[in-house]
């Protein structure tokens, strides 16, 4: 080796901040895999119809499908007028949601936010739920529609695919008949859509079995529940399409605590999919698969209270209905009515982000007198993933839904996201906009503050470093020269290094001054995660929209978008898996890369000793990766990101000037006061355990001492 300690320490020193963003680059990269759930991808569009089983890995006791001979028909409808009045009305911003519906199992044909949309045109409102249509074939899913019904174990398909059977007696209300093979009525089927009050996001379902014939019969119904959350129109940051729950523990651990426990695994939406199975066309998704009560999949859910897809912003969740202020017992927030819920997929050879899944819910079997009814109840939230907004509905509130709003990466980034943490970033975030009224000056403010909590320990770190640098400076001509001296007797160079350390009073323990700046780490991940999945930055302009306003330019008028600067002709979009769609030439990544650049030319100390070529290497390499390779990686990201990043990294720039005029000022770097310094202080705490280990060394190898006769356990044997 050409370079001496000092060199390779100051190498790693030099390389530190470096060698931090390769790990925050590599952990991104490897965490965006995770989501985006990139596979090979069998092009065959040979379909499977949803209503139809195929193998499963695990088999699945689910409904049969109607028979050809079956003893009942479904009554055609009436002739209709016209298509069925919708829900809710898209300009009424009291009205949280608006429902249009689908001749199709009487189901939502969509399901649009009056308040949300889809860009900052904000022309095309935020459509949840909605039917989808395989392109190219018949096979079709609608969202909260009747599938079937099973009356006394035969089973009748209440789709109307092959001709109109739902009769709309009033808005959102709708009505089904199922006679016998001689036209004798034997059971009516309704379905009721009931919007939630004003204010409140979601609807209410209910579903009616009533026995119009003279003999008792065996019912139930079996309907689709929440269909895939829309797919992102970006791909940066991966797939954040989950599956999420709230649950009852089992009756002698619930008692009578009315809390519903909420999951914590994060599990994505690709978890519903299962495994790939060998098929006729090459290998597929089952398409039909038992979610609950399944432990492998909703774990310690067999008390199912809720069920939730969500995405980065939004959520769709199919709860119970109940009254906060009069519910009797936990049991009350049970997801009752339904006895499994099944994912049923289409587009089963595509890759895990195309294929689109749809829930099926079997109902409860009642036992129905003639001229009695059977009816179940679903609520459905459907509206953003806010803590804030949902902690405004009382039920939503009783159901502890507001917990599963997390900003958490997942991943291997999971771990080290506190929830605590981040739900203190986001309430400074939110008390910061409150007094500003801008979310990027809140944005900045925020990072200011983190920066101002976590300067003691950046600074503690960063004198120990240029500290022990220092002090390997020195050492480094003794060192050269114990090398030459023993360069052939490594255990004696050893040795003589170990002594030079303790004369010298340098303690092993400097090499962990750059330790603190990892413990860091999780704090920035928070803040990142934070900034990633707050909804109150979704279409926010930065700082106060002077941008649009003075200069008629679109460039950061969405924080949770890229900022836009240059837009490209749509001839000219593309999208890259993980990087997201770039529709435009973007400013905040290059001005990232600008500020990286800087912080290498001014603040990297130049390093005095020889490297070898490998090392020559490894830090150019590493110098590209923060030049390049990072702001690379976040063309595509949301400007609030970018934003953050630049704050963060010229906040670092200033603070390390700071530190190291503060250093020289105060005369910290000169080596005769850091020795004095460490003499009055005495042996560090790695020094004393060194010590103590080497006096338990010697005492094993030479025994214990000759006894003083003088002391007490010396006396103590005369006695």
Known sequence: MNASPLSLFRYARVSLWSFGAFVCVLAFMLMMLRFVGITSTDMSTTPVSFVQDAPSASPVDSVSEPADDSPYVVRPAKPSSGEYTPLGDLNNLDQKIALTFSPLGAGIESLKLPDDFETVALKVHVTLQAKYEQPGTTYFAVPFAAFAAEINGTTIDLSGWTYSIWNEISPGIFEAFIDDTMGNPIARIERRFTLKPNEQHGFYLDETIENLSSDPIQARLISTGAIDMPKAGSSYGGDRRRVRYGFLLPPEQQGTSMTVQVDEKLKSRNKLLGKKIAGPYGKAYPSRMLIWPNNELLEGAQRLSWLALTDRYFAVVMHPKFDPLAIQSPEDKLLTGFTMIERVALNLYAAPIDVTQVLLMTGKEYLITPGQSASNTLGVYAGPRNRV????????????????????????????????????????????????????????????????????????????????????????????????????????????????????????????????????????????????????????????????????????????????????????HFSIPMWGMVDSINILPLLLGVVFYLHQKYLTPPTQATLTPEQESQQKMMKVMMVILFPVMMYAAPSGLALYFITNSALGILENKWIRAHMEKHGMLEIENIRAAQKEKGPGFLQRMTEAAEAQKQLKEKGPGQINPASKRSRRGKM
């Not at 997390?406 to 943490?421: D, K, M, Q, R, Y």
């Not at 700082?543 to 679109?554: D, K, S």
Request: include cysteine; glycine fraction near 6%.
């Open 389 to 572: 907004i949902m902690s405004a509905e009382p039920e939503i509130v009783s159901l502890n839904m507001p917990e599963m709003v997390v900003s958490n990466l997942g991943g291997i980034c999971a771990p080290c996201t506190f929830s605590w943490l981040t739900d203190i970033l986001i309430g400074v975030l939110r008390t910061f906009h409150a007094i500003v009224g801008d979310w990027a000056v809140s944005i900045l403010l925020l990072v200011v503050l983190v920066r101002g909590c976590l300067h003691p320990v950046t600074r503690w770190s960063q004198i120990r470093v240029q500290r022990f640098s220092v002090q390997m400076q020195a050492m480094a001509p003794k060192q050269k020269l114990i090398k030459e001296k023993y360069k052939n007797d490594s255990k004696k160079q050893q040795a003589e290094m170990a002594k030079l350390w303790k004369e010298e009073g340098i303690s092993p323990a400097g090499l962990l001054g750059c330790l603190p700046m990892f413990l860091q780490s999780p704090v920035w991940i928070a803040l990142y995660a934070v900034l990633f999945f707050a909804t109150e930055l979704r279409h926010e302009p930065a700082f106060y929209g002077v941008f649009q306003n003075v200069l008629n330019w679109q460039f950061m008028n969405d924080l949770s978008a890229p900022d836009g600067a240059i837009p490209l002709p749509s001839v000219m």
